[in-house]
Nanobody, 122 residues
Framework: QVQLVESGGGLVQPGGSLRLSCAASGRTFTNYNMAWFRQAPGKEREFVAVIRWNGVITSYADSVKGRFTISRENAKNTVYLQMNSLKPEDTAVYYC???????????????WGQGTQVTVSS
């Protein structure tokens, strides 16, 4: 089992920044590719970003490309999501997830955190 705990969410004004963190425990962190997803009220959970186990390869949803950056510190068993130039449409619960395969699809992920709320509003 892998346990994931997100932190760093909150209320921010449009154009502002937030940094989300996800701490992992349990199995070997470098066995897993790590991703962030988000879910807005009344909408399906959607892919945001993914990073390969070694941190070399990343992929992003078009809606966040150029504004969000995913990174990981394997020595700390932690993955991050730096979010800049935030927009009201970025408002959602953000989830950290782990998978053996490098994918962007929700049902490919085996382990999930509990989520952290991000609200972008003036």
């Amino acid at each position: 089992q892998v346990q994931l705990v997100e932190s760093g969410g909150g209320l921010v004004q449009p154009g502002g920044s937030l940094r989300l963190s996800c701490a992992a425990s349990g199995r070997t962190f470098t066995n897993y590719n790590m991703a962030w997803f988000r879910q807005a009220p009344g909408k399906e959970r959607e892919f945001v970003a993914v990073i390969r186990w070694n941190g070399v390869i990343t992929s992003y949803a078009d809606s966040v490309k150029g504004r969000f950056t995913i990174s990981r510190e394997n020595a700390k068993n932690t993955v991050y999501l730096q979010m800049n130039s935030l927009k009201p449409e970025d408002t959602a619960v953000y989830y950290c997830a782990a998978a053996v395969r490098y994918k962007t699809v929700v049902n490919e992920y085996d382990y999930w955190g509990q989520g952290t709320q991000v609200t972008v509003s003036s």
